[in-house]
C-alpha cells in the first residue's frame, strides 16, 4: 500500500492516493497474470519450434535416404544400359554422304582395312547417330551392332590397323562411361585413358585406375 504522506494533505491528494492504493494491487495481479501467460506462450512456441526442427531433421534424413537410393537406382541402369550395349561398337571418321550405302562402307572397313572377315549376316544393325550435321566435312558416328559378341571383339582387337586411316573404333559405352572416358582423356591425355569391357580405366601417376565416378577423376 502507499503511506499518505501526512494528514495535511489535501482532499485532492488523499482522493488520488486512495484511488493508486487501490489500482496497483490490481495493476500487480494483472500484470503477473500476464507475464505467467506470456511464458506459456514461449513455451507453446518453443515446443512447436522444437518439433519442427525435429520434423525438419527426420525430412533431411528422408532425403538423404532416397538421394542414396536414386543413386543405387542410376548406378544399376547405367550398368544395364552398359550389358545392352556389349555387343556394340562406335566408328569414327567414315566420310557421310548422301544416299550412301552405310552397310558397303562399313563392310569395306571390317574386311579391308581391318582384315577382318564380316558379313551382314553378322551385324544386328548399323546407323548413324545425331542429326545431320550442316559442315560437310564432320562426318557422324556409326553404331554398329553385332549379333555375336565374338566378332565384336574381333573387329575391336584389330583396330590397330586403322593407325594413321584417320577412322577409329571404339566400344559402344552408355552415356555415364562415356562422358567419363572423355574427362579423364581431356583430364590425362588421350593415350593415358581407354575403355575396356564396357569399363573406363586411367594411367595416374604410373598407376592404372578405374574410372567409376566423377570423383575417380583428380
Avoid at 20 to 32: G, M, S
Avoid at 71 to 77: A, D, E, H, P, V
Amino acid at each position: 500500500m502507499i503511506k499518505t504522506r501526512s494528514s495535511s494533505n489535501s482532499p485532492e491528494e488523499i482522493m488520488i492516493e486512495s484511488i493508486i492504493n487501490k489500482l496497483v494491487p490490481k495493476l500487480t495481479t494483472k500484470l503477473e497474470e500476464h507475464i505467467v501467460n506470456l511464458g506459456k506462450k514461449i513455451d507453446i512456441m518453443e515446443e512447436k519450434f522444437n518439433g519442427a526442427i525435429t520434423q525438419l531433421s527426420s525430412l533431411e534424413s528422408i532425403v538423404k535416404s532416397n538421394d542414396t537410393v536414386i543413386i543405387g537406382m542410376n548406378s544399376k541402369l547405367d550398368i544395364f544400359a552398359q550389358k545392352l550395349k556389349a555387343n556394340s561398337l562406335r566408328l569414327i571418321g567414315i566420310k557421310e554422304e548422301q544416299d550412301e550405302n552405310l552397310s558397303a562402307k562399313v563392310l569395306a572397313v571390317f574386311n579391308d582395312a581391318l582384315k577382318v572377315r564380316c558379313s551382314l549376316l553378322e551385324i544386328n544393325n548399323l546407323f548413324r547417330i545425331g542429326k545431320p550435321n550442316k559442315d560437310d566435312t564432320k562426318s557422324r558416328t556409326i553404331i554398329v551392332e553385332f549379333v555375336s559378341l565374338l566378332k565384336k571383339n574381333e573387329i575391336l582387337m584389330s583396330r590397330k590397323n586403322l593407325i594413321n586411316s584417320g577412322i577409329y573404333v571404339n566400344e559402344n559405352l552408355s552415356n555415364k562411361n562415356y562422358q567419363l572416358l572423355r574427362d579423364a582423356k581431356q583430364k590425362y591425355g588421350n593415350r593415358a585413358a581407354w575403355s575396356k569391357i564396357g569399363k573406363v580405366f586411367a594411367k595416374r601417376d604410373n598407376t592404372v585406375i578405374a574410372i567409376k565416378e566423377n570423383g575417380d577423376i583428380a
